[in-house]
C-alpha cells in the first residue's frame, strides 16, 4: 500500500476471484463458467461490431434494451445495462443502503456481498442460513435494511421458490429486496414479473453463466423506473459507456438465440442431475441445487484435501474457508467428458485413503 491511499479504502479486503491458472491445463470446474461457447451469432455480432472500435458505444444501449425488455416480458425503461452483474450489484449498494440502512443478506452467500458493503462503506448484518443451508425466509423478513439475496443462493445452489419470495418482498414495501438471479435460469424461478407489482425491487442478471459471456462482461438491473432511474444517475456519474461495443453486440446476438441458451440449459442441468447422483454414490452428501454447480462433501475426507487432491490431478474446483462449508467444495458443472474426469479422479482420492 502507498501511503497516499485514501484511508477511506485502507482498511478494505477485496474480492478474491476463483483462481484463472495459466501453468497447466485444467478441468477448471471453479468460476461457474458455461462450458459451451457463447452463440455463434453472438460471437458473429461481436465481430462485426469489432470494426466501429473507432466509436463510443451507444450510452442508452437502445438496441440491446429494446431486445432484452421483449426477452423479459419488461419495459424498455425497466432495465440498467452494466459491466458484469457485479456493477449491477455494486450500484444498489450505493444506492440503497446507507449509515441507517444496512445491507443485509445471508451469513453464506455471494463473497461480493460483504465486499461492496465495505467499498461503500455501509453496516452488513448477516442473517444465518438454516440447518439446512437453506435461507431463513423468516429472518429475512424481519431482519431491517436493504436485503440482497442471492436466489438460486452461491456457494449452496439452493433456491427459494417465487411465492417465499413474493412473500418477503410483499412483507415491507419501505425496504429495498435485491435479488441476485445470476443462476436462475439453471432451475430457479425468477421474481423478474413482480417489478411491476412491487416498488421495492431490485433484479439483477447476469449473461456470465447461462449465456455463455462471462469473457464479455455483461449484466443488468431490472426494476421500477424510479428505482431504474437511481441506478442511471450512478451509473452517468462514473462511466456512461460501461458497455462495450462489441459486448453490446454479442448480447443482442445471444437473445436473439433463444433455442441455443436453452438447450445448453437443459444440457447442463441433465448433466448436473447425473453428476449428482454419481457423486451420492460415492459417499458425498450433495446440496440440491438449481445452478450450474453443486456444492458436495465427504465424511472420509476434509474438504481442503479434496480441493488440493483434485488440483494435483489436474480439476480445479472452488473451496471455500468459512467455519460453516469449510468442508464443502464447489464444482462447477462442465460438459459430461469433464464430469467424466472429475468423478474419475474422485473415485482415485477416496481409494487411497
Ligand atoms: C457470477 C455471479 C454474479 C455475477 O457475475 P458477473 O460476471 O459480474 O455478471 C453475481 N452474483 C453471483 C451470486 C454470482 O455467482
Known amino acids: 500500500m502507498s501511503r497516499f491511499f485514501s484511508r477511506r479504502y485502507s482498511r478494505l ?23 459451451y461457447p457463447p452463440s455463434p451469432s453472438a460471437v458473429a455480432a ?12 451507444d450510452p442508452e444501449c437502445a438496441s440491446l434494451r429494446k431486445a432484452a425488455a421483449d426477452t423479459f416480458g419488461v419495459r424498455p425503461g425497466q432495465l440498467v445495462f452494466t459491466n458484469g452483474s457485479d456493477d449491477a450489484l455494486n450500484f444498489a449498494f450505493m444506492a440503497f443502503c446507507s449509515d441507517t440502512v444496512p445491507a443485509v443478506f445471508a451469513d453464506i452467500t455471494y463473497g461480493f456481498y460483504p465486499v461492496f458493503a465495505a467499498l461503500n462503506g455501509v453496516p452488513s448484518v448477516t442473517v444465518p442460513l438454516k440447518s439446512d443451508f437453506s435461507m431463513d425466509a423468516g429472518a429475512l423478513k424481519a431482519a431491517r435494511g436493504t436485503l440482497f439475496i442471492a436466489n438460486p443462493n452461491a456457494p449452496t445452489g439452493i433456491s427459494l421458490p417465487l411465492a417465499v419470495m413474493e412473500d418477503i418482498i410483499a412483507s415491507d414495501p419501505d425496504r429495498i429486496v435485491v435479488v441476485d438471479e445470476a443462476y436462475v435460469d439453471f432451475g430457479g424461478e425468477s421474481c423478474i414479473g413482480l417489478i411491476d407489482r412491487y416498488d421495492n425491487l431490485l433484479v439483477c442478471r447476469t449473461f456470465s453463466k447461462s449465456l455463455s459471456m462471462a ?9 421500477c423506473e424510479a428505482l431504474v432511474s437511481d441506478l442511471e444517475t450512478l451509473r452517468y456519474s462514473t462511466n ?11 448480447g ?28 451420492k454414490k460415492l459417499g458425498f452428501e450433495v446440496l440440491p441445487s438449481s445452478a450450474n454447480f453443486i456444492f458436495v462433501r465427504h465424511n472420509g475426507i476434509s474438504g481442503e484435501d479434496y480441493y488440493s487432491g483434485l488440483r494435483k490431478r489436474g480439476v480445479l474446483v472452488r473451496h471455500f474457508n468459512g467455519e460453516r462449508i469449510r468442508d464443502f467444495n464447489r464444482i462447477t458443472i462442465g460438459s459430461p467428458e469433464e464430469m467424466d474426469v472429475l468423478v474419475a479422479e474422485t473415485e482415485k482420492i477416496l481409494e487411497e485413503l
Request: glycine share 8%.
Open 215 to 223: 469473457g464479455a462482461r455483461l449484466g443488468f438491473a431490472a426494476g
Open 13 to 35: 479486503e477485496p474480492y478474491v476471484p476463483g483462481e484463472q491458472p495459466r501453468e497447466r491445463k485444467y478441468v477448471k470446474l471453479n468460476t461457474n463458467e458455461s462450458p
Open 46 to 57: 461481436a465481430r462485426e461490431a469489432a470494426a466501429r472500435l473507432n466509436l463510443y458505444p
Open 240 to 250: 456512461p459507456y460501461n458497455i462495450n461495443g462489441m459486448t453490446m453486440a454479442a
Open 252 to 279: 443482442i446476438g445471444s437473445l436473439a438465440d433463444g433455442k441455443y441458451f436453452e438447450d445448453n440449459c437443459r444440457r447442463i442441468i441433465e448433466t448436473r442431475e447425473k453428476t449428482a447422483a454419481r457423486m
